[in-house]
């Protein structure tokens, strides 16, 4: 099992940036993959993104050239750089860990951070 709290979330005027963090309580170097999901009011929980333990991300459309998922092994703890902030950004941001066992994969999530958008 694997526990996951986030940081870093609030409220930002449209072009500004946040930095989300997570921490495991546990090792991440392992882990299969570790990143962002995001549920605007009303929509489904969207990828927002997600880093392998090979170091490979893979980001939404929407936040390409705008977002920055990044790994600290030694910290346990992934960082969601949120730059240049769009209204429709505004979510709450929950983390997300992908961790395998022989040939099955569990889902762990954090308990969400709320970041809004707004002037």
């Known amino acids: 099992q694997v526990q996951l709290v986030e940081s870093g979330g609030g409220l930002v005027q449209p072009g500004g940036s946040l930095r989300l963090s997570c921490a495991a309580s546990r090792s991440i170097v392992s882990v299969f993959a570790m990143g962002w999901y995001r549920q605007a009011p009303g929509k489904q929980r969207d990828l927002v993104a997600l880093?392998?333990?090979?170091?490979?991300?893979n980001y939404a459309d929407s936040v390409k050239g705008r977002f920055t998922l990044s790994r600290d092994n030694a910290k346990n703890t992934v960082y969601l750089q949120m730059d240049s902030l769009k209204p429709e950004d505004t979510a709450v941001y929950y983390c997300?860990?992908?961790?395998?066992?022989?040939?099955?994969?569990?889902?762990?999530w954090g308990q969400g951070t709320q970041v809004t958008v707004s002037s």
């Open positions: 880093i392998t333990s090979g170091g490979n991300t």
């Open positions: 997300y860990a992908d961790v395998q066992s022989g040939i099955t994969h569990y889902g762990y």
